[in-house]
T-cell receptor, first 111, second 108 residues
Framework: NAGVTQTPKFQVLKTGQSMTLQCAQD?????MYWYRQDPGMGLRLIYY???????DKGEVPNGYNVSRLNKREFSLRLESAAPSQTSVYFC??????????FGPGTRLTVL | RKEVEQDPGPFNVPEGATVAFNCTYS??????FFWYRQDCRKEPKLLMS???SGNEDGRFTAQLNRASQYISLLIRDSKLSDSATYLC?????????FGAGTTVTVRA
């Protein structure tokens, strides 16, 4: 049982480049989330999707877009990467009793 | 004011010791509460939910004080494997709010 998977695990971008972070879950969960984690700060919600076909902004959506491709997959896109987007990105899905299951993370550096 | 605040630590304790720490939350309407554990450079994983009456899971005890809006975690008989960052998490409807974490280091 894979749970939540994310690709890539590591990425280095130059300022202005674009990329898409992929996330998939095999637990048949309706809700999925994208967070970023920076040193000394808690995880901050970027976007979430309460169900297939819906997406909503979280706390820090600027500079990002998302797509809920189907029930399994939820991708995060950086259209024009900036050094301030250097972070660790976690995808999560929501199970029963409001618990969330996280993917292994993507470590992104923007030069 | 942050929605969830934690003492960052670090708490440096010997094996076998008891360690306890709190977090406070700002939204009095928060509905559910959790402790997650995060090992260095890994994803957070659910340690335990926190119930109104308090609850235990082996060596771990969680307490909730709604009147004062704080949550606590106590670890008894600490093991080296308990070394991690513990995240206090509060659920407000669809959204989880995370504290920045309390780092615990258990030394031999």
């Amino acid at each position: 049982n894979a749970g939540v998977t994310q690709t890539p695990k590591f990425q280095v971008l130059k300022t202005g480049q674009s990329m898409t972070l992929q996330c998939a879950q095999d637990m048949n969960h309706n809700s999925m989330y994208w967070y970023r984690q920076d040193p000394g700060m808690g995880l901050r919600l970027i976007y979430y999707s309460a169900s297939e076909g819906t997406t909503d902004k979280g706390e820090v959506p600027n500079g990002y877009n998302v797509s809920r491709l189907n029930k399994r997959e939820f991708s995060l896109r950086l259209e024009s990467a900036a050094p301030s987007q250097t972070s660790v990105y976690f995808c999560a899905s929501r199970g029963t009793a409001d618990t969330q299951y996280f993917g292994p993370g993507t470590r992104l550096t923007v030069l | 004011r942050k929605e969830v605040e934690q003492d960052p630590g670090p708490f440096n304790v010997p094996e076998g010791a008891t360690v306890a720490f709190n977090c406070t939350y700002s939204n009095s309407a928060s509905q559910s509460f959790f402790w997650y554990r995060q090992d260095c450079r890994k994803e957070p994983k659910l340690l335990m939910s926190v119930y109104s009456s308090g609850n235990e899971d082996g060596r771990f005890t969680a307490q909730l004080n709604r009147a004062s809006q704080y949550i606590s975690l106590l670890i008894r008989d600490s093991k080296l494997s308990d070394s991690a960052t513990y995240l206090c998490v509060v659920n407000d409807d669809y959204k989880l709010s995370f504290g920045a974490g309390t780092t615990v280091t258990v030394r031999a």
